[in-house]
């Protein structure tokens, strides 16, 4: 049994009070409730509300530095594409530059420019030493299919429809383009090679490779200014040619010499000249042991 607080009256289990105080009581607990219930759904409706706004504010605000972040990742890969491909053509066009002002030089005083050639970048050597090594090949070409296959011989097969045999000379002039440029690739590693081994072991000079071998790149131009008029012009026979092309490879040998003399320059003449000697003995004997291993 319980009580009542109020008017003190015996309650069963269950049972509520019908005094006036109870009776007063509980409905202002009901009032309070219905009043404070509604207002407190309201305001859990608006932080609701407001916490969904401010979520996908946040999500908005993070999708655009995303995308503004994107977009500077873009400008910044063109910027840099863009900087490296003007550089690119810049060191392109320089390298040609200083190719055309390196041959120009080498035309109008060749022993000087090959002793002192100034400062020699390694793609200015590599484009030396791949022209020359076209040329050579076209030039080689044209001395044993006949001098007089020249260009204008071609072009008069192909547009003449001589079929095979015109397309046949076509392949042949760019392979022996292609396989000169890579024969004289390796014709200017071995050569230039093979004298810093000498320079190195036997005279111990420590001459850093690309400054002592960019001089090799400049030997090769004699024979090569006599093949590309004979391969443009194509009206030597095959005898002038080949003596024409004899008389490049002896101004060859007297630029390699001036080349090692100037090198070497506190060694005797004649210290130079059984170097150069024995130099050109090692170069012809890898070269032919490559072309008969080729062969067979």
Known sequence: MRECIYCGRQLEKGEQCTCAMSVAKRREREQAKQTEQPGSRKEARAE?????????????????????????????????????SRAYRSRTKTAFGDVWQLFRSFLRSPIETVMNPGMMSVPVIMIFVVIEGIISGLSIFSIISGASRGPVRLLGSLMGFRGVQGYDMLLGWLSSAFSGAVGGIAVFFIGSGIFYLINRWIFKQFTPYWEFSKRFALVGIPYTVIGAVGVLLGFFSQTTFAVLMIVGIVGTVVLLYEILRSAWYS???????????LGVFVFLMIALYIVRISVF
């Not at 996908?56 to 873009?74: H, I, L, M, P, V």
């Not at 060694?267 to 000249?273: C, E, L, N, T």
Request: hydrophobic share 25%; charged share 50%; proline share 0%.
């Open 48 to 84: 609701e509300k407001n916490r969904r706004k401010q979520e996908r504010g946040d999500a908005k605000r993070r999708e655009r530095e995303a995308r503004s972040r994107e977009r500077e990742a873009r400008r910044s890969t063109r910027r840099a594409a863009y900087n490296y």
């Open 267 to 277: 060694r005797s003449a004649a210290k130079v000249m059984y170097m150069m000697l």
